[in-house]
């Protein structure tokens, strides 16, 4: 029989060999990148290293990677921000081409399927397993379907993404240019107002709920309070009765003259004892009940209060969420329209698209930025079409989906058009997911996913999270 301590040695061994790899990879990248003589090595360091932008980065809006030049480009509202080789999937197990989004992320990630590999500063794509992580660049296509990047660049691109950040894989060069159709919608400009008004109303019934609960808790810290006056008058009174049944028994046995004065006194001072403190009892008595019945009144008038900040919090959360940046897929293969906010979907409806059997291609439109006049948009064409307007020319967009969309679009909204089905991919915790037919498809046919759209959180290594199926069934591992 084997140990299970000895089982996990040579899988710590290799990732203890993996982290000295890493640091290796690392000093050899900056020895590479070193200025030196040969042109041969200035001509590797160009490769091997990520060129940043010469200006002040703004946020990222989007990643793309160029499977043919192997190298990823990292976008924010203006441009380009950064820049790093990559390595994608080799023949026969090709890194899908197609619109995808950050949908995890996980700093420290140990592939299942192979060997333990480590792979840093994961991003997952796909539930079945293709992501961008840090890992080693031999110059050309070398993984089994991931984005291999720099280990530097990987963890600066991990910093600084969400979930749900756009990644674009296409077969050829593709960067987002600018672009202005009518059928780009435009928000309302007091879109916001409502939002902000909600959350305004919230935070004044939060201030309420605060006051309301801290009065609830003093009238009975006050009632609980006056109980304490009220059972040591109580007990002196019960005190006071008992010493009078003494008295009165020593009357009733004295002989001497004497012996029934003082037995007399003790019964007068015993019976002067309890009126007195009968008085401070029923006086006692009388403010522990008005001490106890403000608790009640206190108590329900907190859960109303509560109740109208919690209908309050959901108010200003659903109107939050209709801030959000939404996602509109239109399919010219099923001839129907897709949106998205949050990973969840919306709306789905039927959409006329002209010349309907002809190609319009994959053209991904991104909100980049607020303007005066709503919002400034881009595109990138995936399959080396610039005809994007053309592409929106053909598509008529459902008023009442622009009647519910468009007031209340914000950057990072986006427009996918394309000849493509949404691909199966696509389910719950995840953005939409469209890959190009007509492009290998080899790192993503490996990894079919089974039946089923819904995942659940299961404990990784060091605390960690990934995503397994549902309903107790195997998890995936890659």
Known sequence: MTCGFAKAQPAEAKRRAARLAIAATTALTALIAAPHPANAERRHAEHAVEVVAPR???????????????RVTVYDADGWILRAPVSSGQKGRETPAGVFSVIQKERDHYSNLYDDAYMPHMQ??????????GGPLPGHPASHGCIRMPYGFAERLFEGTWLGTRVIIAPGDAAPVEIAHPALFSPNPDAGAHAAALAAQLAEA??????ARIAAATAAREAARAKVPVRA????????????????????VAVSDEARARAAEARAKAEARIADLRA?????????????????????????????????????????????????FISRKTQRLYVRRGFEPI?????????????????????????????????????????????????????????????????????????????????????????????????????????????RYARQRGGLYYWGAPFGAPFFRW
């Open 56 to 70: 002040a980065r703004g946020t990222p809006v989007m990643a793309i990677v160029a499977l043919k030049s192997q």
């Open 124 to 133: 997952r794509i796909t539930w079945s397993g293709i992501a961008l992580h």
């Open 206 to 211: 939060t201030r309420k709920a605060d006051e």
């Open 233 to 252: 008058l109580e007990n002196l009174k019960a005190r006071a009765e008992a010493e009078f049944a003494a008295a009165e028994a020593a009357l009733g």
């Open 280 to 328: 401070q009892l029923d006086a006692a008595t009388a403010e522990l009940q008005l001490k106890l019945d403000a608790v009640a009144p206190a108590r329900e008038f907190a859960a109303a209060v509560e109740s109208a900040r919690a209908a309050a919090a959901k108010a200003a959360r659903e109107a939050a969420r209709e801030l959000e940046p939404v996602s509109i």
């Open 347 to 455: 709306l789905e409806t039927p959409i006329t698209i002209r010349d309907s059997d002809q190609p319009i291609g994959t053209h991904v439109f991104t909100a980049v930025a607020r303007t005066d006049t709503g919002l400034r948009w881009t595109v990138v064409a995936l399959n080396g079409t610039t005809d994007a307007k053309s592409a929106l020319d053909r598509v008529v967009i459902p008023q009442e989906v622009l009647d519910r969309i468009a007031p209340t679009a914000s950057p990072r909204s986006s427009l996918i058009i394309s000849d493509e089905a949404l691909s199966h991919e696509t389910g719950r915790g995840t953005e939409f997911v469209a890959v190009l037919s007509n492009e290998p498809q080899g790192g993503l046919a490996m990894r079919r996913r089974g039946p089923g759209a819904e995942f």
